[in-house]
T-cell receptor, first 109, second 113 residues
Framework: GQQVMQIPQYQHVQEGEDFTTYCNSS?????IQWYKQRPGGHPVFLIQ?????EVKKQKRLTFQFGEAKKNSSLHITATQTTDVGTYFC?????????FGKGTTLSVSS | KAGVTQTPRYLIKTRGQQVTLSCSPI?????VSWYQQTPGQGLQFLFE???????NKGNFPGRFSGRQFSNSRSEMNVSTLELGDSALYLC????????????FGPGTRLLVL
């Protein structure tokens, strides 16, 4: 079945460092949605990418969708302790979201 | 607007029992999806309902079932519980097609002993 691979599984950074998580698929992705889940919380929608090569920014967060629509990335500039959590990418398969396993980010001050 | 609500928030059951979880979507949202989250398998899609009809179904055994009522509230049922059913069960609602932004509820944490 359809699979969405996400790397790395874990990432620890010092506050102020940058962070990137990557999402890959062997098949063409329909559209990519990114979610953040804080420890003990639930996934919260961040953004949706639909077009090939699309780049969107939200303050310190930059989201990219690959030209071939087989990969996506989330980059956080100058991380803060409030960025801790697990970041998930998800492909839209009809009305279902196929999630990657997520990247858990920890930040030390 | 109130967010997605799920009840109960925590539940402990024993093997062989059955359980029913409830989800109330955001007002005006008609699509409700259910997901299972475990440390090993991550977030997995269970099913999606729209206008009281199951529109999409994930790869779970028949022990997992659901329904949606005319007010868009949804329930999911797991019969003959197994230890592996211990998980966080998340409900998500979206406006209409299920392809818009999904808003997740806080989840029901189920522990099967």
């Amino acid at each position: 079945g359809q699979q969405v691979m996400q790397i790395p599984q874990y990432q620890h950074v010092q506050e102020g460092e940058d962070f990137t998580t990557y999402c890959n698929s062997s098949t063409t992705l329909s559209n990519i949605q990114w979610y953040k889940q804080r420890p003990g919380g639930h996934p919260v929608f961040l953004i949706q990418l639909v077009k090939s090569g699309e780049v969107k920014k939200q303050k310190r967060l930059t989201f990219q969708f690959g030209e071939a629509k087989k990969n996506s990335s989330l980059h956080i500039t100058a991380t803060q302790t409030t960025d801790v959590g697990t970041y998930f990418c998800a492909d839209q398969a009809g009305t279902a979201l196929i999630f990657g396993k997520g990247t858990t980010l920890s930040v030390s001050s | 607007k109130a967010g997605v609500t799920q009840t109960p928030r925590y539940l402990i059951k024993t093997r062989g029992q059955q359980v029913t979880l409830s989800c109330s979507p955001i007002s005006g949202h008609r699509s409700v999806s259910w997901y299972q989250q475990t440390p090993g398998q991550g977030l997995q899609f269970l099913f999606e309902y729209f206008s009281e009809t199951q529109r999409n179904k994930g790869n779970f055994p028949g022990r997992f079932s659901g329904r949606q009522f005319s007010n868009s509230r949804s329930e999911m049922n797991v019969s003959t519980l197994e230890l592996g059913d211990s998980a966080l069960y998340l409900c998500a609602s979206s406006y209409m097609t299920g392809r818009e932004t999904q808003y997740f509820g806080p989840g029901t944490r189920l522990l099967v002993l």
